[in-house]
């Protein structure tokens, strides 16, 4: 078995000190380029491989850090890791990947678990029962890099990338209303956290500016998924003034609204209109196509990474909290556009 190339084997084959092949590896501005070249060619010649291990110990960096997802089920958070990765990836970082399952219980489980394994910072969007920020309040105080995406908590002082969900919500409230439908519903998330506050607002704020109503029991509280889409269906068919649309804070919800719809017979859009928020997959392929907001996940990710890398390359410096806001994109489909003209009685 040959054995395997050392910085000692390389300096000796080029008659340099070890020392020097080390920063060339490192492409240290104190190293010609000439010197460099010649560095990587006989280090790939000879098969050298880095020492993680020892690199760390030198550098006080492992070159990995952890992400944490509220979970893997769905495309939005699967493409944010996508975009995360690349730019890691192009960066010479490894990533670590934890699954909350929507616990803020298993969230602090991952970040211990990051922190043990001593990633260089650590990307988050939070639990939707997480309620509690102490926990990333102390790890600001250990200047322990973190960055929030999507769900972030303003309050924290802890930088972030999110959408404007706010913009989102108000576009597409404002869509339906443009199509016609007047009494307008909305399922929203669990409003303790931002994101879903914002889309509530969004929500509110297009009726507003339209001169319609926010009429009683048109707002349901949700918990995103399938099943709460459903459950906020059949209260507003319930209601003696039923809505004619919903506005739903994530695809997976709007997708039990309008499962719910088609069980009692209710045609999209035609009598019902449907907007839901992430542009899930899975849209593009039911019937009908499902109208949502892209809220530019890989982009997403990969701000979140090269903001999170700033922190780790300047992380003895005083942080200074940033918010990157990207822009939320329409997606027009089926399920919110009217087909007919004039009134249809949605629940004939």
Not at 48 to 70: D, E, Q, W
Not at 171 to 187: P, R
Not at 214 to 228: A, C, H, K, M, Q
Not at 284 to 300: G, K, N, R, Y
């Amino acid at each position: 078995m040959q054995k395997s190339a050392t910085i000692s084997s390389i300096a000796n084959e080029l008659n340099i000190t070890p020392a020097t092949v080390s920063r060339a590896l490192q492409d240290h501005p104190s190293i010609s380029h000439s010197t460099k070249q010649s560095v990587l060619k006989v280090a790939s010649r000879l098969n050298y491989k880095r020492n993680r291990v020892a690199s760390s110990l030198r550098s006080g960096k492992t070159h990995m850090i952890g992400v944490i997802i509220p979970g893997a089920d769905t495309n939005f958070f699967g493409s944010v890791v996508h975009g995360i990765e690349k730019c890691a990836n192009a960066k010479g970082y490894n990533v670590l990947l934890y699954q909350s399952n929507e616990t803020q219980e298993h969230e602090i489980k991952g970040i211990e678990t990051f922190l043990a394994a001593q990633v260089d910072g650590i990307l988050v969007s939070v639990a939707k029962d997480t309620n509690n920020y102490a926990y990333y309040e102390e790890l600001k105080k250990k200047k322990i890099p973190v960055v929030f995406f999507d769900r972030a908590d303003d309050d924290t002082g802890i930088s972030s990338v999110v959408t404007d969900d706010y913009k989102g919500a108000f576009i597409a409230t404002e869509h339906l209303i443009k199509n016609g439908y007047n009494h307008i519903a909305h399922v929203s998330g669990p409003q303790h956290l931002k994101v879903f506050c914002d889309r509530k607002k969004g929500y509110e704020d297009a009726l507003k500016q339209y001169n319609l109503p926010l009429t009683d029991g048109f707002i349901y509280e949700g918990n995103v998924s399938i099943e709460s889409g459903k459950a906020a269906t059949r209260h507003f068919l319930s209601l003696k003034q039923k809505p004619d649309a919903v506005f739903a804070a994530e695809d997976f919800t709007a997708l039990g609204v309008m499962k719910e719809l088609k069980s009692h017979n209710i045609k999209i859009p035609e009598a019902f209109g449907v907007f839901g928020f992430a542009n899930e997959l899975f849209g593009e392929h039911i019937t009908p196509t499902l109208s949502t907001i892209d809220p530019q996940a890989v982009t997403m990710g990969k701000e979140s990474f090269e903001l999170l890398l700033q922190m780790i390359e300047n992380k003895n410096e005083a942080v200074v909290e940033k918010k990157i806001v990207l822009n939320p994109i329409p997606v027009f489909r089926e399920s919110s556009q009217r087909k007919i003209s004039g009134h249809l009685n949605v629940y004939s």
